[in-house]
């Protein structure tokens, strides 16, 4: 993975090396491990310390090969690896724990085209939380199981990415 930081131009050569017994993140960048340890992760921010020190990122935009975003208010370019979903993934579900079971996610990128709930509102498991519309097609992101909306993190007309939040749920 090429890691450039616009302000500086600068470019890094990292590679995720994996997971230690407490599920934080190992990475590699310019030849030295590193460890990642996730505090808390949303859809378009999350917070981490890095070697002993407090990071927050934000998410600005994210295409198919690339992900810019600002780190302590720095902005960096992330070129995208097919492995980065697979270790936001493993990650979500390490950190999530209980947490893990309020969330509704989407399971693909996509287009929001319709939010069929709203903040308060009671569902059942199965019921449509909001509608994609991705490759010409429409899908249906199902809440899991009965509860209450909590917050809507999607509006209609946003873009989202694979395992984006769509909603959380009491």
Do not use: W, Y
């Amino acid at each position: 993975m090429e890691i450039k930081v616009e302000e500086i131009n600068q470019e890094f050569k990292g590679k995720i090396v994996g997971f230690d017994k407490d599920g934080n993140l190992i990475i590699e960048i310019n030849g030295s491990e590193h460890l990642i340890k996730i505090i808390e992760m949303k859809s378009d921010r999350f917070e981490f310390i890095f070697d002993n020190t407090f990071h927050e990122t934000m998410i600005s935009e994210s295409t198919s090969t690339e992900l810019k975003l600002l780190l302590d208010n720095i902005p960096m370019v992330l070129k995208k690896h097919i492995k980065l979903s697979e270790i936001i993934e493993k990650s979500n579900r390490l950190s999530g724990g209980s947490n893990s079971q309020n969330t509704i996610s989407s399971q693909i990128p996509g287009r929001v085209i319709s939010v069929a709930t709203n903040k308060g509102d009671t569902v059942k498991q199965g019921d449509n939380i909001v509608v994609l519309e991705s490759m010409k097609m429409q899908v249906a992101i199902k809440s899991h199981r009965d509860g209450t909306i909590k917050e809507l993190k999607v509006k209609e007309g946003q873009s989202i990415s694979r395992n984006d939040v769509v909603a959380i749920l009491e």
